[in-house]
């Protein structure tokens, strides 16, 4: 008996998400000290989590022994004050992932389509498959989401979905203001619009632009967030959705009813309170940022300006350079999943991270001709 074939033909033909190299594999693959591996694969916060965040992860331990509130009422009073909405817009995920995934599963069936743009993040095919639903992945403009293609493709294929990533991973193109409202205007208004915004917070002031308040004109939209990013919390699973109350209601229905652990819920409502802690991560990037690009361009690197925390550069030979910069500890993310076979993507570390990768990236470049 082969028990794959007990799967649904479409779930068989899922390629798996490939996750960042965690540090303790590569320690044991290669006999390094986990100590001195710099891991820059998976767009985590080098400042790791604000001290708040902690405080309450520990009070809230001494609950452990509960279920978490199914409605997670805490969290989502904070982030409706935040963004000025009901309780009854906001969606709780296990993770933004877990969003886009309730997503797939309560609005796209067998037969349904969903669009996205080829080089955007590897889970919107992933959780389009999942439900037996058809992707139309439209070419890129610049390595960037081309929105007259993907409104094209959506019309043209009665899409019920479409995914986009403002900034996108791995790429980390941006989409202003002007060019997404002339999509939202141009798209008819049964087509589902998810807004992936999990690099929000690291947009400068100038790129901002108050997406939350779209769902005013826009029902169709659905804005999705993360706590794992620029608040740290990777490792607790938590992100959100900002929806239209119905569309908010049918998540909620094939949601599990504990999906964000209690845990979490505190960390999430106290990360959330601590603005400085963002600011701080913020500046951090952006300084890194400046760092990391200026010495790929030392090297004579091309890389495409990105507005997340991460970039994703050009280099001759991309898997060898990967592999010998494991060896030299230090975890880059290869990107030849996402049709970029040439590119590699780093994440922006603390200074004394960004400058082993870099100087580790110099030697393997050295190593390899
Ligand atoms: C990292 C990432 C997410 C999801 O992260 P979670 O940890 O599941 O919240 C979502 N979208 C994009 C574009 C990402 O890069």
Do not use: C, W
Not at 169 to 190: C, H, Q, S, W
Request: proline share 5%; aromatic share 8%.
């Amino acid at each position: 008996m082969n028990y794959t074939e007990l799967a649904p033909s479409y779930i068989r033909a899922i390629a798996p998400y490939q996750p960042g190299k965690p540090i303790p594999e590569l320690a044991r693959e290669f006999g390094l000290d986990p100590a001195t591996i710099v891991k820059l694969a998976s767009n985590e916060n080098p400042l790791g989590a604000s001290p708040r965040a902690i405080a309450a992860m520990h009070e809230a331990i001494a609950s452990i022994a509960l279920y978490p509130d199914g409605n997670g009422f805490d969290l989502k009073s904070a982030l409706s004050q935040r963004y000025a909405v009901e309780l009854t817009n906001v969606v709780l995920g296990n993770g933004s992932n877990d969003i886009l995934e309730l997503i797939a599963h309560a609005f796209l069936a067998p037969g349904d389509k969903a669009v996205f743009s080829d080089h955007a993040f590897a889970v919107y095919p992933l959780a389009t498959q999942a439900v037996g639903a058809t992707g139309i992945s439209t070419k890129a403009k610049n390595y960037g989401h081309d929105l007259q293609a993907m409104l094209a493709a959506a019309i043209e294929h009665r899409s019920k979905v479409v995914f986009i990533a403002n900034p996108n991973n791995p790429t980390g193109t941006y989409i202003g203001e002007v060019e997404m409202l002339a999509f939202l205007r141009a798209l008819p208004k049964d087509i589902l619009v998810v807004l992936d915004e999990a690099y929000n917070e690291y947009l400068p002031e100038e790129y901002r632009y108050d997406s939350v308040g779209y769902l005013k004109d826009f029902p169709n939209l659905i804005i999705s967030r993360t706590f794992s990013k620029a608040y740290g919390l990777a490792g607790l699973r938590v992100g959100y959705a900002i929806a239209h109350e119905q569309v908010a209601d049918m998540l909620n229905r094939v949601r599990q009813p504990f999906n964000v652990n209690s845990v979490a819920q505190a960390a999430a409502v106290a990360a959330l309170q601590d603005k400085e802690f963002v600011r701080q991560t913020f500046l951090l990037n952006q300084s890194g940022m400046a760092q990391v690009t200026n010495g790929l361009r030392k090297l004579g690197l091309l890389h495409i300006p990105s507005l997340g925390n991460f970039v994703s550069f050009k280099v001759a030979g991309a898997g060898d350079i990967f592999r010998r910069l494991l060896q030299l500890g230090v975890i880059v993310r290869p990107v030849a999943n996402y049709a970029m076979p040439d590119f590699l993507r780093v994440s922006i570390g603390t200074e004394q991270e960004n400058a082993r990768f870099l100087s580790a990236l110099e030697q393997a470049i050295g190593e390899s001709k």
